[in-house]
């Protein structure tokens, strides 16, 4: 049974710093590339990062990059999201999904039609 968790949200000030984490179950990383999107109410889903083990990519959407930081642990299956440098424009709601393929490839910001999401992590950047 395919299965993410996500974990590591909460409440931080501007400047500070994130680590969430997508524990994967029932796949391997080796096969699948996961992304991790955000969302806030109104608006749609907004890919921010994306990791595929089997080619070791990373990819970062402009609004994140130079701030966050993508990683995988094969050994763990887990993903995690290293974020630094919060802005309260980055308060949303985080889910990492299981994507179609091995690769990010170079639409990894759109959804790709895969219904393996993680149940979300709130992530709220305030003073």
């Known amino acids: 049974q395919v299965q993410l968790v996500e974990s590591g949200g909460g409440l931080v000030q501007p400047g500070g710093s994130l680590r969430l984490s997508c524990a994967a179950s029932?796949?391997?990383?080796?096969?699948?590339?996961i992304a991790w999107f955000r969302q806030v109410p109104g608006k749609e889903r907004e890919g921010i990062s994306c990791?595929?083990?089997?080619?070791?990519?990373?990819s970062y959407a402009d609004s994140v990059k130079g701030r966050f930081t993508i990683s995988g642990d094969n050994a763990k299956n887990t993903v995690y999201l290293q974020m630094n440098s919060l802005k309260p424009e980055d308060t949303a709601v985080y889910y990492c999904?299981?994507?179609?393929?091995?690769?990010?490839?170079?639409?990894?910001?759109?959804?790709?039609?895969?219904?393996?999401w993680g149940q979300g992590t709130q992530v709220t950047v305030s003073s």
């Open positions: 990791f595929s083990s089997s080619d070791s990519m990373t």
């Open positions: 999904v299981r994507r179609l393929g091995s690769r990010c490839g170079t639409k990894w910001y759109i959804r790709d039609g895969s219904n393996y």
């Open positions: 029932g796949f391997t990383l080796d096969y699948y590339a």
